[in-house]
């Protein structure tokens, strides 16, 4: 699975953004406010991704953030709601006041997004309130801190590994930044395993 491109933005278009990865170009649909958020073109950028696989396709969706991209997987997880309609929500609403929206029960505020109507956005309601109201302060930190909150650079990586095993990014954010600095990639992914199995 691609989880994460980094590379150089070739060009963007109405709905997405060509990413120049080492002389291989990745077309990757995003949100509006995520396109409106990119670099100039010909800068460097990194994104991390989503591939959707179809009958007759296969998409790739990008995002400034792992929550972001979180947050669009548990929208497309409702029954109802697919890639377009959940890429339509994260275009009017930022990460925050989509999870905001739906701990409040505001499906007024839901129903604004292209796509929703009133019974999809109670369905959103109905089946991610107590998912997303648990993750609240995960978002709220996110969006203060940056793309992958608070882990050092050096340890993106292992980050990004923990994830592709399952582990919880708050979870991961919390053991990864307790590890001294200079850890090696593979000393941090093998501390963080042992660290996070015995929670």
Do not use: C, W
Not at 87 to 113: K, T, Y
Request: charged residues 20%; glycine residues 8%; proline residues 4%.
């Amino acid at each position: 699975m691609i989880i994460r491109l980094v590379g150089t933005l070739a060009l963007t278009g109405r709905d997405y953004a060509l990413i120049d990865v080492q002389g291989v170009g990745y077309q990757v649909f995003m949100a509006d406010r995520a396109l409106a958020q990119l670099p100039a073109t010909g800068q460097a950028i990194t994104v991390f991704t989503h591939l959707a696989h179809r009958e007759d396709a296969m998409l790739l969706y990008g995002f400034p953030s792992l929550e972001e991209r979180e947050l669009f997987l548990m929208l497309t997880s409702v029954s109802g709601v697919g890639t377009k309609t959940a890429l339509g929500i994260l275009s009017l609403l930022s990460p925050e006041e989509v999870v905001s929206a739906i701990a409040n029960s505001d499906a007024r505020g839901l129903a604004r997004a292209p796509g929703v109507g009133k019974k999809t956005a109670e369905r959103l309601i109905l089946e991610l309130k107590e998912k997303l109201t648990a993750k609240r302060s995960t978002f709220k930190a996110s969006a203060e801190a940056g793309p992958l909150g608070h882990v050092a650079p050096e340890l993106q990586e292992a980050e990004l590994a923990l994830l592709s095993l399952g582990f919880e990014p708050d979870e991961i954010s919390r053991t990864l930044t307790r590890l001294p600095a200079g850890t090696a990639v593979e000393d941090a992914i093998r501390t963080a395993i042992q660290t996070l199995s015995e929670v």
